[in-house]
């Protein structure tokens, strides 16, 4: 969008603000924006980037708004305050511009119009002081990784040596990683037609590209075609790493939105079903799959209730989970959860290994993966199923917990592992008897 073409900042900050107002009430960032944005399309992109712009932020402003005020301010004028400063704190637009801006949009609605003076004296504060009060604030583990407490005091627990360099990664802008679809072209030919069109990227696994400057689907050459899919490069182990083979019944049991099975089918799984319980979530997968011109049994269900008359030699079960690993992708994700979560979705997925385990045949294969970094979805979960199941061992992978790792990566070498993704945690688990 040329600056010609942008709305006014005032009505961006405005729609944000309503975002902001639905995603501290724990709605997801991403339904929020659809919600507010439903009727005026043409904001989506701007609005969008102010409200992601204030998640990243969020921490920092909150404590300012805290800081800078007698008393707490009413929540609208609170939202439109957070989404102001962040745009501040981006240095997206001159000061004066958000300032005036903001006033403007808090002028604009019978909700804030009260409070306009005060917003505009909190923002001036806050640009006259801004070095000393975020420095000041920054010493605050909270405020410098934009973190809650409970998350931060976990990873620590977790990773002593390595928690500062996960958060860290995490800060950083989401990377666009591509999967080339090897069965139709190479990634080296892939490449050379990026290059020809002048798009810069780089190969960051078996079948990953990292393309330097994020761009919208309809600009991904090939994409509408099946080509290529956007997926991370650890997400792109688990279709490798399961082996499912032509002919192998193979049922994909957490699926929406399709991008393991579209993988999986890529690869060569002929007999396929993809099961997913949430019927909204389960019309991606069909819209993923047509794309890619490939085909699987869409099933809606819940996989810890499956239809017991048929064994699978292969099931990936991609479970829901804290999502603690792709923090980059959606830094809503921190501030959505509570401590409480984590125990609850260890207890779905401990239901969802027990239901699918007996549909496995002997010498059968289930690939256990969670987009998590917390040892309780993941390697400690997993020693809990060993305990519990006698028939069940672990076949070695060359790595279970994937860090993620920082943009800044060497040029991908011809060993299995991708040089940039996200936080999983992958186990193999075969069935011995
Ligand atoms: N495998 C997917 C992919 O690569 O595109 C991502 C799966 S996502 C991590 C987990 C999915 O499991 C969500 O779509 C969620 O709706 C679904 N799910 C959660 N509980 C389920 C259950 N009991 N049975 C089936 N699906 C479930």
Redesign the pocket.
């Given at each position: 969008m040329s600056p010609v073409d942008a709305p006014p900042l005032a009505e961006v900050l405005q729609q944000a603000a309503m975002v902001w107002r639905l995603f501290r009430a724990g709605q997801s960032l991403d339904r929020a924006i659809a919600a507010v944005v439903d009727k005026r399309p043409n904001l989506r992109p701007a609005v969008q980037d102010a409200s992601y712009s204030a998640v990243r932020h969020l921490a920092a402003s909150e404590r300012i708004i805290e800081r800078l005020s007698a008393r707490t301010p009413a929540r609208d004028v609170a939202a439109l305050l957070a989404v102001s400063l962040a745009q501040l704190q981006s240095g997206r637009y001159g000061d004066h511009v958000v300032v005036d801006q903001a006033v403007s949009a808090a002028r604009s609605s019978p909700k804030t119009r009260a409070a306009s003076g005060f917003v505009n004296a909190l923002l001036r504060t806050f640009v006259r002081e801004r070095e000393s009060l975020l420095a000041d604030l920054r010493v605050d583990e909270v405020v410098h990784y934009n973190l809650p407490r409970w998350w931060i005091e976990r990873l620590q627990r977790a990773y002593p040596p390595d928690w500062k360099a996960i958060a860290e990664s995490q800060q950083q802008p989401p990377p666009l990683v591509l999967r080339v679809n090897t069965s139709r072209l190479s990634v080296d030919a892939y490449l050379r037609t990026l290059q020809d069109l002048g798009i810069s990227a780089m190969r960051v696994g078996p079948q990953a590209l990292w393309m330097h400057e994020p761009r919208p689907v309809s600009a991904i050459p090939g994409f509408s075609a099946g080509d290529v899919s956007i997926?991370d490069g650890g997400?792109q182990l688990?279709a490798s790493w399961l082996d499912a083979r032509p002919g192998m019944r193979v049922l994909?049991?957490?699926?929406?939105?399709?991008?393991?099975?579209?993988?999986l089918a890529e690869l060569g799984a002929t007999d396929l079903t993809a099961?997913?319980?949430?019927p909204d979530?389960?019309l991606?997968?069909e819209e993923?799959l047509r794309r890619i011109g490939v085909a699987a049994r869409i099933v809606i269900?819940?996989?810890?209730?499956p239809d017991t008359g048929v064994l699978y030699e292969r099931i990936?079960l991609?479970?829901?989970?804290t999502?603690s690993g792709i923090v980059r992708r959606h830094a809503d994700i921190p501030w959505l959860r509570r401590p409480t979560d984590v125990a609850q979705l260890t207890t779905?997925q401990r239901?969802?290994l027990d239901a699918l385990w007996p549909l496995l045949t002997p010498g059968g294969r289930l690939l256990y993966?969670?987009?998590s970094l917390f040892p309780e979805e993941g390697r400690e979960q997993i020693n809990r199923f060993l305990e519990r199941r006698p028939d069940a061992r672990q076949v070695p992978l060359p790595a279970a917990q994937l860090l993620p790792t920082s943009t800044s990566v060497a040029a991908w070498q011809d060993c299995g592992l991708p040089t940039l993704h996200d936080g999983f945690f992958y186990a193999l688990l075969e069935k011995t008897r």
């Open positions: 997926q997400a688990a994909d049991a957490c699926a929406a939105p399709g991008g393991k099975t579209a993988h099961l997913e319980v949430d979530r389960a991606r997968i993923n269900g819940d996989a810890r209730q990936l991609d479970a829901p989970c999502a779905v239901e969802l993966v969670v987009c």
